[in-house]
């Protein structure tokens, strides 16, 4: 089956109702025919769920689906992104393991790499994600695996997947890849020798704004030692929220098409555009890793960003004048959002750090939603004049 098939047509069984649609299981547990059956279940020798910490129904349907997308064995839903990543990282290192992570990362991953992980022990380097070469100097006997988000939020950084793939097959690392910005109908890291694949399912995947939720993909091996994590920590995705992320992929594909169309389109209006100093969007000629995009993204994403000339001031008086587009944390969602990095999600940051991320002080970024392109240019060129 292709991608869009594979997307709708993985489902649960029907039930006795002979349903069209997969219903939903919020139960929290399973109930038993004896105190045997029990027994066997528990002892791993019957399949079938217990509970729904540790698995559910819809929420299998929901990883079946994942797996089959980024073409993995298996996969592990996670209660969100960072739930997904955080059980990616505690899966596999311990105690005295060293990570090499990009450092063009999503914020709160940045975070539990410089602070949460080496709380436990685990150290790290951070490598410059566009120059793989000089990672080699990064890797210590101790190294286990490498980090790394392609394209990057909010820089839009392009790392190439093929060479480190290459670099993490010869150094025996983990590889581990978010693939959140892409989503698997844009660029599978699998096919370049990524291990694993985390997701925040709540952008894109969702693509609607309504629910948290995450995932990790990867072998069957690995994605063993995920799911005893999770199982034990109770990062645990709802049964609510795997319906509903399941029921989102259906339509990912047709979703992830129109995305890109505008996001296109918006950064060709925006690249002319006199108050716009430099714009940025993997499948435009402008960006600085473009060939690689090209390599290895089906199309550009639903992402742009771009240099507004007045800086810090004009980033903010942007915000203030956009009338349709909203003002929110969040992206990936059918309505355009803008934001204002340098003075909103990462104004508590020094200037320097926030340049290291790629974050200039005109720096807006635009998760480009499914309204009509004219309304949507329309409402961005009011606002800049
Ligand atoms: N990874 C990336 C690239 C993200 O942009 C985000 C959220 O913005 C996350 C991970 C975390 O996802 P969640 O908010 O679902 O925990």
């Known amino acids: 089956m292709k991608f869009e098939t594979k997307a709708i047509r993985i489902q649960t069984e029907n039930s006795q109702h002979r349903e069209h649609s997969t219903p939903i299981y919020p139960t929290s547990s399973f109930v038993y025919d004896s105190a045997e059956q029990m027994g066997r279940l528990f002892a791993g020798e019957e399949k079938g769920n217990i509970y729904s910490r540790f698995s559910n129904p819809s929420v299998r349907e929901f990883e079946e689906k994942m797996a089959a997308l980024e073409g993995t064995e298996n996969a592990m839903a996670a209660a969100s992104g960072m739930a997904a990543i955080f059980a990616s990282f505690m899966a596999f290192l311990k105690e005295g393991d060293h990570l090499i992570a990009s450092g063009a990362l999503f914020g709160s991953s940045w975070q539990v790499v410089s602070d949460t992980l080496p709380k436990l022990g685990i150290s790290y380097t951070m490598v410059d994600s566009q ?145 716009v100093n430099k714009i940025n969007y993997p499948h435009h000629k402008s960006h600085t890793q473009y060939a690689i995009a090209k390599k290895q993204m089906k199309r550009g994403g639903g992402v742009v960003t771009f240099e507004l000339k007045g800086g810090l001031r004009a980033g903010k008086k942007f915000l203030n004048k956009v009338k349709m587009c909203s003002l929110t944390a969040n992206l990936g969602d059918s309505r355009t959002i803008v934001s204002h990095p340098a003075s909103t999600t990462h104004a508590k940051l020094p200037q320097k750090e926030r340049l290291s991320l790629d974050i200039t002080n005109g720096l807006i970024r635009v998760s480009v939603g499914l309204e009509h392109i004219d309304d949507i240019k329309n409402d961005i060129k009011q606002a800049l004049g």
């Open 131 to 275: 120059d793989i070469d000089s990672w080699e100097s990064a890797v210590q006997e101790n190294t286990k695996m490498v980090f790394l988000e392609t394209p990057s939020n909010p820089g839009l950084t392009i790392t190439d997947l093929k060479a480190v793939g290459k670099f993490c097959k010869k150094h025996k690392l983990i590889y581990n890849v978010d693939n959140c910005f892409a989503t698997p109908y844009l660029q599978n890291p699998k096919k370049f020798g990524a291990d694993l694949v985390t997701h925040s399912a709540t952008k894109f995947i969702d693509g609607q704004g309504r629910v948290l939720g995450g995932a990790v993909c990867g072998s069957n091996e690995h994605i063993a030692k995920v799911y005893a994590f999770i199982r034990r920590t109770g990062a645990s995705l709802s049964p609510f929220n795997a319906w509903v992320l399941s029921k989102s992929l259906e339509t990912l594909a047709v979703r992830m098409d129109r995305h890109c169309d505008n996001a296109e389109a918006l950064a060709k209006f925006l690249k002319r555009h006199p108050k």
